[in-house]
């Protein structure tokens, strides 16, 4: 008997698929928001690059008070200097990214590309585990595949790119992801009779 072919494993598989058709649904309007909103992306790229910018800028910010504020009250922990200090730094990029948006961008679209990269692996490496799941897992695949294509676009074409790279590659993404989503809810209540 294999790994695959144990009673755990198959009890799981059917406990997944199974939880996935109850909320088929839920999967669907997830992927058609998502997809919406990288239609709406691609068709103002500039703006939605400011947007996504000026965003990234609030985590940041939001993030490093958040984490000072817990510090302060823990000084006692191990590398508390260490994680002030980082907490601090998150705070002053944070700062910068929200005061000057256009100097930003470039700073962002590198990290972005970075990001398309780590989401391009996970994407592809998610889908060929969904292939035991649901008869569209080529769409997650081909979903990670664009995004390792888009990283590879965005760094060929800086730092001229950078204006509008941001928010169209953002809207592609979004797009695909939204897509992929959306098949795989549509299949899930067949797939799920097949468990």
């Known amino acids: 008997m294999t790994v695959q072919d144990s009673p755990d494993l198959s009890d799981l598989k059917a406990k997944a698929a199974s939880a996935i058709a109850a909320h088929w649904k839920m999967f669907l309007a997830e992927g058609v928001l998502i997809l919406v909103l990288g239609l709406l992306a691609i068709a103002q790229p500039v703006f939605s690059s400011l947007a996504v910018e ?3 800028g609030w985590l ?3 993030g490093g008070v ?3 504020v817990m510090l302060v009250r823990t000084k006692h922990l191990p ?3 260490w994680s002030l200090l980082g907490a ?3 705070i002053v990029v944070g700062l910068v990214l929200v005061a000057q948006p256009v100097q930003g961008i470039l700073s962002l679209t590198i990290a972005l590309t970075a990001i398309f990269v780590v989401e391009g692996v996970s994407a592809i490496f998610a ?3 969904y292939r035991h799941h649901s008869s569209n897992w080529g769409w997650l695949l081909f979903s990670g595949v664009i995004d390792l294509a888009l990283a590879g676009l965005i760094w060929q074409g800086l730092p001229s790119t950078a204006a509008w790279a941001v928010g169209l590659l953002a809207g592609v993404n979004l797009v695909f992801l939204g897509w992929a ?3 795989l809810a549509l299949s ?3 797939e799920a009779d097949k468990v």
Do not use: C, N, S
Request: charged share 10%; aromatic share 20%.
């Open 181 to 183: 989503i959306v098949m």
């Open 188 to 190: 899930a209540p067949r």
């Open 88 to 90: 601090v730094l998150a």
């Open 79 to 81: 590398g508390y200097w």
């Open 54 to 56: 000026i965003f990234v």
């Open 127 to 129: 889908g060929l585990d």
């Open 60 to 62: 940041f910010f939001v």
């Open 66 to 68: 958040a984490r000072t």
